[in-house]
């Protein structure tokens, strides 16, 4: 065991349980709870957004899927970004007009009928607790590597903390543990990138000359098909990557903690330059884990590649440098999952307890409670799934995420806004066939079977495409699409109409 580290560890972790502490004093109501009562800026929201997205598949999982496989492990970074602009240009605004805690008050602004929201709300934990395993993968293979901590017990730890701060500090302590590592991890990817880029002249193009020497795959290394050689996977994983952020519920959450839709546009921007900025850099975490970790020694630490950036901060830097790196990714997951938490937690108390089975009528103090058992039922469900998900790459997790969300929740939302012939019975096919499809693409695909034994199951998967997107997006919109004009019941033109106007001016609300 590394003192070293465990000691970053222990002041990671004791920072983020003090701001747990002083959130937990201001967190006395719903709102405070679910959305820090609509007060933060947007330089801080996007920050904290920033800070959630920028996940253990960002910093340990790309990382490791460009040394391992080049050019296509880059495609996750570019996916990633790209995405914000769908963000930017189509859901923010509308969503923060419409909604008030969760995505499924924006669907009920227009469908007040209570299966929906009840789909909602199951897409949202569903979305919730896939992401989630992602993150709690790496953490269990972190600490196992770092402190020699069993990955059970490492993931046990994770999923304890995640549970403390949502269940007494809410969005407050949430928002504010991602802005500090959202810091964190921009500073320690900074100090590698530049370190990295010395080790190669500060050339761009002596970097690319010597990485077509320095891996086993040569001069293909710098070339797109290394793991992606089927052009429907490629645009399989690049349509749920670029899709599936504007349907991920802990990002959506984030657009009601700021006052008015303004202030989320600048959420958006603000967070598109730190995520940019960010997916630039992992470029020189891949090239330099591959040119001075190596191939074998990545694979011999963790079969995914997850810990090439660790390892990578410690061939540059040390001991020190690869604890503090480690410290940071712990950081990274325990800021992500504690936002997972608090999405799956809000769709059940919220939408479920008290909007369908309550009726509304639930007390602040019942919901209070409903949401903080909530967040404890969906930490124990995540923990006993990432158990079982080990030898996954955490990016590859998060890009399936990304998928059902597309799928799900994408054509719910953009019909929902934007098409006035969409009545419930669309919504309610739409949304399931997203859902049902892309869940049962993976669990018969190469993600969970391979004949070798690298998946979750030995055995041989009954289709060849690991990432689902490419069938199960649109099949969710064909679900709406089919639904609605097959559909015997007629949308209310009135409610739509009310609904375009509060989507695109916000005229309903405080400003």
Not at 127 to 150: D, E, H, P, R, W
Not at 353 to 363: C, E, L, M, N
Not at 485 to 500: G, H, L, R, T, Y
Request: net charge positive; glycine share 10%.
């Amino acid at each position: 065991m590394s003192t070293t580290a465990f000691i970053l560890f222990l002041v990671i972790v004791s920072l983020t349980l003090v701001i747990t502490y002083f959130a937990a004093r201001q967190t006395k109501t719903t709102s405070e709870f679910y959305t820090a009562g609509g007060g933060l800026t947007g330089l801080q929201n996007g920050m904290a957004i920033a800070g959630d997205y920028m996940s253990a598949a960002s910093f340990l999982g790309i990382a490791g899927m460009i040394a391992l496989n080049g050019f296509d492990g880059f495609f996750y970074s570019i996916g990633f970004l790209v995405a914000y602009l769908v963000v930017l240009y189509i859901v923010a605004e509308p969503l923060r007009n419409l909604g008030k805690f969760t995505m499924a008050d924006m669907i009920a602004s227009r469908f007040k009928q209570k299966k929906v929201r009840g789909v909602a709300a199951l897409n949202t934990i569903s979305i919730s607790t896939f992401y989630m395993i992602a993150q709690l993968v790496g953490a269990g293979a972190l600490i196992k590597l770092l402190l020699g901590i069993n990955y059970t017990l490492a993931v046990c730890i994770v999923g304890v903390l995640m549970t403390i701060y949502v269940v007494f500090g809410g969005m407050i302590a949430t928002s504010w543990v991602q802005i500090i590592k959202a810091i964190l991890l921009m500073a320690g990817t900074l100090i590698i990138s530049i370190i990295v880029f010395s080790k190669f002249g500060f050339s761009l193009t002596n970097m690319f000359e010597k990485m077509k020497t320095a891996t086993p795959l040569g001069p293909d290394f710098l070339n797109p098909g290394n793991k992606y050689n089927d052009p429907l996977e490629t645009l399989s994983l690049n349509l749920a990557l670029v899709l599936g952020t504007a349907g991920l519920p802990h990002i959506l959450i984030r657009f009601y903690t700021v006052k008015n839709a303004k202030i989320a546009r600048k959420s958006v921007v603000s967070a598109t330059w730190f995520i940019g900025i960010f997916y630039i850099m992992t470029v020189f975490l891949g090239f330099g884990a591959a040119a001075f970790v190596g191939f074998d020694n990545i694979l011999a630490a963790d079969q995914a590649g997850n810990m090439a950036a660790p390892l990578l901060a410690q061939a540059l830097g040390g001991d020190f440098l690869f604890a503090f790196v480690s410290a940071i990714a712990f950081a990274t997951i325990l800021a992500v999952v504690t936002g997972l938490v608090l999405s799956a937690a809000s769709a059940f108390a919220h939408d479920i307890y008290s909007q369908i089975i309550r009726k509304g009528k639930a007390t602040e103090k019942e919901q209070m409670v409903a949401a903080r058992w909530a967040s404890i039922g969906v930490s124990i469900l995540s923990i006993l799934l990432a158990i079982f998900a080990q030898s996954l790459n955490v990016a590859f997790l998060v890009s399936l995420a990304f998928a059902v969300a597309a799928s799900a929740n994408l054509p719910l939302i953009l019909f929902t806004v934007f098409w006035k012939r969409f009545n419930v019975t669309g919504a309610l096919i739409g949304s399931l066939t997203g859902l049902l499809s892309a869940l049962i693409l993976v669990s018969i695909s190469p993600s969970v079977w391979d004949p070798a034994g690298g998946a979750i199951f030995v055995g041989e998967p009954l289709i060849p495409i690991s990432n689902p997107g490419i069938f199960s997006i649109p099949l969710g919109f064909l679900g709406a699409y089919l639904g609605t004009i097959f559909s015997s019941k007629v949308a209310n033109q009135d409610q739509f109409n009310e609904m375009k106007v509060k989507a695109h001016t916000g005229i309903h609300m405080d400003q």
